[in-house]
């Protein structure tokens, strides 16, 4: 079985400020990683995911996230976050490619200040 | 194209009520999945469909949550006898081996037992 642990419930930072949000997991199997981010009122949309290949993965508006096989993480990253990014984040992991469930982490919630 | 698409909205209902909810997937995506959110908690699984069948539905809590999808498109989630702890919001996603799986998710219906 899967399961993902988000380390930070909540994270503020200023306009403009690097961000990182922290997510590990611990899986039998090898695992296949995503990240989600949820607008206000809004569905899940995929930000980037993790299915081989390099460990360092891009994403859409700026975000990056490197796996770490060895320590069991997938760490979400912006060098400079926009008030436009306040949002729940949710990491997520499933047990391999094809149609598989997804386990997700409690969530992270991103706060923006001018 | 459409994305995946929810209905209703919100539900409201009493104690002891039945409900359904119901799923439109993307166009052609043959993998259906329902997920429930509660407050402050990432998603959780429910039930994932590969066509018309429920290819693992582990994730539904008790008998009284069952869901269908008839012609493997359109998915229906039913609760009877609902409880209080129902209330959440119920996400689909879709998925196809053409997008490699990667699950789309709805806006969601807000379920409210009272």
């Known amino acids: 079985a899967q399961s993902v642990t988000q380390l930070d419930s909540q994270v503020p930072v200023f306009e403009e400020a690097p961000v990182e949000l922290r997510c590990n997991y611990s899986?039998?199997?090898?695992?296949?990683l995503f990240w989600y981010v949820q607008y206000p009122n809004q569905g899940l949309q995929l930000l980037l995911k993790y299915l081989s290949g390099s460990t360092l993965v891009k994403g859409i508006n700026g975000f990056e996230a490197e796996f770490n096989k060895s320590q069991t993480s997938f760490h979400l990253r912006k060098p400079s976050v926009h008030i436009s990014d306040t949002a729940e984040y949710f990491c997520?992991?499933?047990?391999?490619?094809?149609?598989?469930?997804?386990?997700f982490g409690q969530g992270t919630r991103l706060t923006i200040n001018p | 194209g459409a994305g995946v698409s929810q209905t209703p909205s919100n539900k409201v209902t009493e104690k002891g009520k039945y409900v359904e909810l119901r799923c439109d997937p993307i166009s052609g995506h043959t993998a259906l999945y329902w997920y429930r959110q509660s407050l402050g908690q990432g998603p959780e699984f429910l039930i994932y469909f590969q066509g018309t069948g429920a290819a693992d539905d582990s994730g539904l809590p008790n008998d009284r949550f069952f869901a269908v999808r008839p012609e493997g498109s359109v998915s229906t989630l039913k609760i009877q006898r609902t409880e209080r702890g129902d209330s959440a919001v119920y996400l689909c996603a879709s998925s196809s081996l053409a997008g490699a799986y990667e699950q789309y998710f709805g806006p969601g219906t807000r379920l409210t037992v009272t």
């Open positions: 997520a992991v499933s047990a391999g490619r094809g149609a598989q469930k997804l386990v």
């Open positions: 899986s039998s199997v090898s695992v296949y």
